[in-house]
């Protein structure tokens, strides 16, 4: 529904909010308005995007287009979701691979060691080994 007609007649110039979405005209002829006259944001008449992140659930919003990282968590992979085995803590190994990587670890191979012969990620080795041996110092 346009409602621009709704601001016919006036003088000063429109303006829409970039974050409520309200509209307004100016009272001035000749100045820009310093905030939204409804919810006081100072961004309008600009794409505003609402983001929110999938790894520390931190919500914000820009207008400066997609952000390189999370502002409270700092993570760049802030829009893409986490697999469900990384976000319980686990591995997204089986029970035979995560026996594998003990019983290579005890006989005293580092995580690297472990990833390049088995050709398993070293994050998933490590976390493997992390739910093992909890309170260890993980060889690496």
């Given at each position: 529904m346009?409602?621009?007609?709704?601001?016919t007649?006036?003088?000063?110039?429109?303006?829409?909010?970039?974050?409520?979405?309200?509209?307004w005209?100016?009272r001035?002829?000749d100045?820009i308005?310093k905030?939204?006259?409804?919810?006081?944001?100072?961004?309008?008449?600009?794409?505003?995007?609402?983001?929110?992140?999938?790894?520390c659930g931190?919500?914000?919003?820009?207008?400066?287009?997609?952000?390189k990282?999370?502002p409270?968590?700092h993570?760049?992979?802030?829009?893409?979701?986490?697999?469900?085995?990384h976000?319980?803590?686990?591995?997204?190994l089986?029970?035979?691979?995560?026996d594998?990587?003990?019983g290579l670890?005890e006989?005293?191979?580092?995580?690297?060691?472990?990833?390049?012969?088995t050709?398993?990620?070293?994050?998933?080795?490590?976390a493997?080994?992390?739910?093992?041996?909890?309170?260890a110092?993980i060889?690496i």
């Amino acid at each position: 529904m346009d409602r621009s007609s709704d601001f016919t007649g006036t003088s000063g110039a429109l303006y829409t909010c970039s974050l409520c979405g309200h509209r307004w005209v100016s009272r001035k002829d000749d100045g820009i308005p310093k905030s939204c006259p409804k919810c006081r944001s100072t961004v309008w008449m600009k794409e505003y995007l609402r983001c929110v992140c999938l790894r520390c659930g931190h919500k914000w919003g820009t207008a400066r287009g997609r952000p390189k990282r999370c502002p409270r968590c700092h993570s760049v992979r802030w829009d893409i979701p986490d697999t469900e085995a990384h976000a319980s803590g686990g591995t997204s190994l089986s029970r035979k691979e995560k026996d594998d990587v003990a019983g290579l670890y005890e006989s005293g191979m580092g995580c690297t060691e472990i990833s390049i012969e088995t050709g398993i990620p070293f994050s998933d080795v490590y976390a493997a080994l992390r739910a093992k041996f909890p309170g260890a110092i993980i060889r690496i």
